[in-house]
């Protein structure tokens, strides 16, 4: 979903403005769930059964509340298991669907007619058709679940529309549900016999609108895409790589898994299939490439990963693009993370061997891998680093002293954040690739992941593209994510607010503050520090020559992210 701005000051002997994004009103249908590892949407709907807790051993699975709903394409639940746990691996869940509602079918276990038994946690499982039984995997029956990391809730999907042994099977319009810790003793939801009743709701599929093109032309787009393999130099995969870099037109992109291929090869590649701009490239670590249309003026290792600084003109942009290790190597994922975040916390007090200015806008994009401890990806949004004594101690990531935001691309035509779609795999599909940012010096627009077999063929033919281009080109989808630097640009303000604007922003030795016309003075005018220090007062300043701008004097400040307050509302710039 698209976030708007919001500006709150709070009170205090040392106010600070605290930045927040709060969700934009859906563009989707009311009652919609998304898998995107947020809950709010399930406010919408009752839980189905409510299970005690506190009855199972610490550690061990205690099914708590279940909820369910649907729309004509998907089953939707939300569950609740008491401890945190990953939902694919190394636990002994089962899920029982009676597609049917008779028990005369299916596998007889607490009292339905189970025609699916899914085991989480060995990712496969079991389906009953015409009175056989079958192996099933995850792409017969549409499974994705979320989060990909560990967790003591989950949300997860089914297709209504099955696949057992090769014969379509429909869900009906009722069936029972089931869920079980298949231990000895174990927990059951629900603890009696004959599971949960759910009843089909009519209501059609309702996906946010997403737009392939920039909202405007004056946007950054950037992408993240994992080649897989040096994909866009093999034969038969090239093209899909080419159509669809054809059709989102990127300004800056970081690659991963290149191997064989310099980065002259990859800037080679990008500008013949996107002529008309000079396009600039560099290469860190085994597979890190960053392409870009605006130069790359330093750069620095991280680990197998990279940090790069690009000129965008009137601001430099702080890109790190990562890769970070996969599957149970939470140890080694865990450290580069850490030192990731130790790289921006040094870069942001002044101590990084990089020169990167204060307020400097960064995005960390790329495979992140995170399908194991929960803890790597909260490293990585809110700079929480697990060895201080390699790293250095915590800090808030964002210039403002915040988290960093979550762009979070939903895959196009599914209902949920999935970045990684491999149907060969035992692995349903999951979100490996991030795109995170400082939001507090940037806003996002924009954000998707192309998934080709999720377009309409009016989309395909408008962008020219093909269904199988995304899985052809690799098993990561191509990530989008389009930002402005102008913090005032399509904000929910007061009509009031609207006419005041500052410029330059970053600012040198002058700031401008424009909304003011002949002599009219506002109630206050105070420039702040991030910690609500106050570094000067200009109430009373009037506007010069009857122009509507107000002149700030701000050399002498040094070089930082600071707040201008002009009465309730607030303003931040960057000093040079």
Same mark, same amino acid.
């Given at each position: 979903m698209g976030k708007q701005l919001y500006f709150q000051i709070c009170a205090g002997l040392a106010s600070i403005l605290a930045i927040v994004f709060t969700n934009m009103p859906p563009a989707y249908g009311q009652g919609?769930?998304?898998?995107?590892?947020?809950?709010?949407?399930?406010?919408?709907?009752?839980?189905?059964?409510?299970?005690? !807790?506190?009855?199972?051993?610490?550690?061990?699975?205690?099914?708590?509340?279940?909820?369910? !709903?649907?729309?004509?394409?998907?089953?939707?639940?939300?569950?609740?298991l008491g401890t945190e746990m990953n939902f694919q691996s190394d636990n002994d869940l089962v899920l029982y669907v009676d597609i049917d509602n008779n028990t005369a079918t299916g596998f007889p276990t607490q009292g339905i007619g189970a025609d699916i038994r899914y085991f989480p946690g060995l990712r496969f499982g079991f389906g009953s058709v015409l009175g056989f039984e079958f192996e099933i995997r995850h792409?017969?029956?549409? +499974?994705?679940?979320?989060? !990909?990391?560990?967790?003591?809730?989950?949300?997860?999907?089914?297709?209504?529309? +099955?696949?057992?042994?090769?014969?379509?099977?429909?869900?009906?319009?009722?069936?029972?549900?089931?869920?079980?810790?298949?231990?000895?003793?174990?927990?059951?939801?629900?603890?009696?016999p004959g599971g949960i009743i759910y009843e089909m709701a009519d209501r059609e599929i309702s996906l946010p609108g997403i737009a392939i093109d920039k909202k405007d032309v004056q946007d950054l787009r950037v992408i993240s895409w994992n080649a897989l393999q040096d994909g866009m130099f093999q034969p038969g995969r090239v093209a899909s790589f080419e159509r669809q870099l054809k059709a989102v037109q990127p300004d800056i992109i970081g690659f991963q898994e290149i191997y064989d291929h310099t980065a002259a090869e990859v800037r080679n590649f990008v500008a013949a299939n996107l002529p008309g701009d000079e396009w600039f490239a560099d *290469?860190?670590?085994?597979?890190?490439?960053?392409?870009?249309?605006?130069?790359?003026?330093?750069?620095?290792?991280?680990?197998?990963?990279?940090?790069?600084?690009?000129?965008?003109?009137?601001?430099?942009?702080?890109?790190?693009?990562? *890769? =970070? /290790?996969?599957?149970?190597?939470?140890?080694?994922?865990q450290a580069e993370a850490d030192q990731i975040m130790g790289f921006i916390r040094d870069v942001q007090d002044g101590s990084s061997a990089m020169d990167v200015s204060p307020g400097t806008p960064i995005i960390l994009a790329g495979d992140m891998n995170l399908v194991g401890l929960r803890k790597q990806q909260r490293t990585l949004i809110t700079g929480d680093i697990q060895n201080e004594n390699l790293y250095g101690p915590d800090f808030a990531p964002d210039w403002d002293g915040s988290e960093l935001e979550d762009a979070l691309p939903m895959a196009i035509g599914l209902p949920a954040a999935v970045t990684w779609i491999q /149907?060969?795999?035992?692995?349903?599909?999951?979100? =490996?690739?991030y795109i995170l940012y400082t939001g507090s010096v940037m806003q996002l627009k924009n954000t998707y992941g192309l998934n080709t077999a999720g377009m309409t063929s009016s989309q395909l033919s408008t962008y020219g593209l093909f269904d199988f281009d995304a899985f052809n080109a690799s098993d990561h989808l191509l990530c989008v994510a389009d930002f402005t630097f102008d913090l005032q640009t399509d904000l929910d303000r007061p009509s009031v607010?609207?006419?005041?604007?500052?410029?330059?922003? /970053?600012?040198?030795?002058? +700031?401008?503050?424009?909304?003011?016309?002949? !002599?009219?003075?506002p109630e206050a005018i105070q420039v702040v520090d991030v910690t609500g220090r106050l570094m000067f007062d200009a109430t009373g300043s009037r506007a010069v020559d009857g122009s509507g701008h107000v002149k700030l004097d701000v050399s002498g400040l040094p070089p930082g992210f600071y707040i201008l307050r002009v009465g309730q509302f607030a303003f931040p710039f960057v000093k040079n």
């Open positions: 919609q769930v998304l898998l995107d590892e947020r809950f709010d949407d399930w406010i919408a709907f009752s839980p189905v059964y409510s299970d005690e !807790t506190g009855n199972e051993s610490p550690g061990q699975i205690d099914f708590g509340r279940l909820w369910v !709903t649907n729309d004509d394409r998907y089953l939707y639940m939300r569950i609740e792409p017969d029956i549409g +499974l994705i679940s979320s989060p !990909t990391v560990t967790a003591s809730e989950f949300e997860l999907l089914l297709a209504r529309d +099955l696949e057992i042994n090769g014969v379509d099977v429909r869900m009906g319009d009722e069936i029972r549900i089931a869920w079980s810790n298949d231990l000895p003793g174990g927990d059951r939801l629900p603890e009696n *290469h860190l670590g085994p597979d890190i490439f960053v392409v870009s249309k605006f130069p790359i003026i330093s750069r620095q290792a991280l680990f197998g990963n990279g940090a790069f600084l690009i000129d965008l003109g009137d601001r430099e942009l702080l890109f790190i693009v990562a *890769h =970070l /290790p996969c599957c149970d190597n939470d140890v080694e994922r /149907p060969f795999s035992s692995f349903s599909p999951g979100r =490996l690739d607010a609207a006419s005041f604007s500052i410029f330059p922003n /970053p600012a040198r030795d002058v +700031l401008y503050l424009d909304g003011y016309p002949g !002599t009219k003075k």
